[in-house]
């Protein structure tokens, strides 16, 4: 579940961000500090939207930053960041990007259960509301916990 990748350190919320490589790399910083993915992963998120486009905004103002395995994921975590201020990512269908979902996975297996539990949550209409009006990362992580039922 989303709820077992997540803690209070890696929830960010109404973050400052110029551009999407900032705002990138400001979703990411929690899980570079914790140790669950390099300076590197981060780097190869950037360089793969350079080359490939904006592959990882999955739907209207939601993107969920995310590189290779090999590339510099250390552990298998997910963060939840809110925007202060939506930013252009270059998706002409979902720009701006307004929440951010960073994901490292160690392999191409073990986290999929929590990306099947964030599907869920980005099909709930209340969930960006509630985010919204959450006021600190142990209200997002309640939050995630309460819509998972546990």
């Known amino acids: 579940m989303l709820s077992d990748l997540l803690d209070e350190s ?7 961000a110029t551009d999407w490589q900032d705002a990138i790399r400001k979703a990411a ?9 390099t300076p590197a ?9 350079q080359e490939l486009g904006p592959y990882f905004v999955i739907t209207e103002h939601v993107a969920m930053p995310h590189a290779r395995p090999e590339c510099g994921a250390l552990k298998t975590a997910v963060g939840i960041v809110t ?6 990512f270059g998706s002409k269908e979902n720009d701006p990007v307004k929440y951010l979902f960073p994901l490292a996975a160690t392999d191409n297996d073990n986290h999929l259960s929590a990306l099947q539990s964030l599907v869920e949550l980005l099909g709930d209409p209340d969930f960006f509301a509630q985010l919204d009006s959450a006021s600190s990362p142990k209200n997002v992580v309640d939050l995630v916990h309460t819509k998972e039922g546990r």
């Open 29 to 37: 910083q929690p899980m570079v500090d914790n140790g669950d993915v």
């Open 83 to 88: 925007l202060k201020e939506p930013v252009e």
């Open 10 to 16: 890696l929830v960010q919320l109404n973050v400052e």
């Open 41 to 49: 992963y981060v780097d190869d998120i950037i360089k793969g939207a």
